[in-house]
């Protein structure tokens, strides 16, 4: 009995500390930063190892029922509310989700009534989908969508159609992703998942050409987006204000873009790559506009919270600061800038244009 018991506090406590990571993720304010993502995701894969390891040692039917529904959950909570449903197929995950693909299908031969059959049906699909068969994992969406059984929260007949709408984007046929997208939207159940349907929604609509529908679309997320409330993400809301940048400004209607970007700055990390996309085109808008000491703020601040190694986007925003120093006659600055282009081994296709200009001040 003293086994049985400790076994049954064991998993208890591990219950309850997915509970408490859930609850905590689906509330977090604003940017989830990249620490904190590790962070999580650390703590899953801990949680994952110790389940299955319980789940290993006992023969007991109710105990392997708790730890394999708990190893379902933590599979989708790290799916839908961290990756943003793009998976993470690591080998462990890879092995988790044949571990419950192979439980689902034992519940199901015994008629087990754990699982409805929409659910069984949707984590199913959610493992099949780890376990990188797509195809497999379309299908069981494509049932849980399609299910007649009732789905008191939505939830599921929403991820469903989140998913298969995002496997359709990858596969780049938009127009059947925002369909999908479009009706996951009748299943949304408060303003943050309904904004995050929306800017799913518009990313079709700007892969289709279509910039109006897009604008107006993840204009309406933003009014919606609220970082106080549960389900807030980070991600699909940096995304809509960068969107929304990048359609008024490739319109060279730069007054309207320039309060986007200064709102991605306000809710990204320094040191992310929203951020630094963010300050490269408030130094493009404030170059256009002859501010010229401006933009050489923007774009050395870019540059300086970037950890990236020495790519094609740093080597460019060394040009557009070389060219601006240029405008602000002084070339003993631009020079320096100059030169690291000429040093770089990165591929760039103005290297010839900035070699030129790097003669002409010499």
């Not at 929403?158 to 997208?181: F, M, N, P, Q």
Request: glycine share 2%; proline share 1%.
């Amino acid at each position: 009995m003293a086994d049985r018991n400790d076994l049954a506090a064991q998993i208890r406590n591990l219950v309850d500390q997915r509970v408490a990571l859930e609850t905590k993720l689906q509330n977090e304010p604003g940017e989830l930063s990249e620490s904190n993502a590790r962070n999580y995701d650390a703590a899953y894969n801990d949680l994952q190892r110790k389940l299955a390891a319980i789940f290993k040692q006992t023969d007991e039917v109710q105990p392997r029922i708790t730890l394999m529904l708990e190893l379902m959950r933590i599979l989708e909570n790290r799916l839908v509310y961290l990756h943003n449903f793009i998976v993470d197929a690591t080998s462990d995950n890879r092995i988790f989700a044949q571990l419950v693909m192979q439980f689902i299908a034992q519940l199901l031969s015994q008629r087990s009534n754990v699982l409805t059959n929409l659910e069984a049906t949707y984590y199913g699909a959610v493992a099949t989908l780890y376990a990188g068969d797509l195809a497999g994992a379309r299908k069981g969406f494509a049932a849980a969508c399609a299910s007649e059984e009732s789905d008191e929260a939505n939830d599921i007949k929403y991820k469903s159609y989140v998913i298969l709408g995002h496997l359709s984007h990858e596969e780049h046929d938009y127009a059947k992703a925002k369909d999908l997208h479009d009706q996951s939207m009748r299943y949304t159940q408060n303003n943050n998942v309904t904004a995050q349907a929306l800017a799913l929604k518009a990313l079709n609509s700007y892969a289709l050409g279509d910039r109006a529908d897009a604008l107006h679309l993840f204009q309406e997320s933003l009014e919606l987006f609220d970082a106080n409330q549960p389900f807030f993400n980070s991600y699909f809301f940096r995304n809509a204000l960068l969107f929304c940048g990048a359609i008024h400004f490739d319109n060279k209607d730069y007054a309207s873009a320039e309060p986007y970007y200064r709102r991605v700055l306000e809710n990204a990390e320094q040191t992310s790559y929203d951020y630094f996309d963010a300050q490269i085109h408030l130094g493009r808008i404030a170059y256009t506009q002859q501010h010229y000491d401006n933009a050489v703020a923007s774009f050395e601040k870019a540059i300086q919270a970037q950890k990236l190694s020495e790519n094609e986007s740093i080597v460019d925003t060394w040009f557009w600061i070389a060219r601006t120093h240029l405008k602000r006659n002084d070339p003993a600055a631009a020079r320096i800038y100059l030169e690291k282009i000429a040093a770089s081994d990165v591929k760039y296709e103005k290297k010839a244009q900035a070699a030129e200009l790097l003669q002409k001040i010499a």
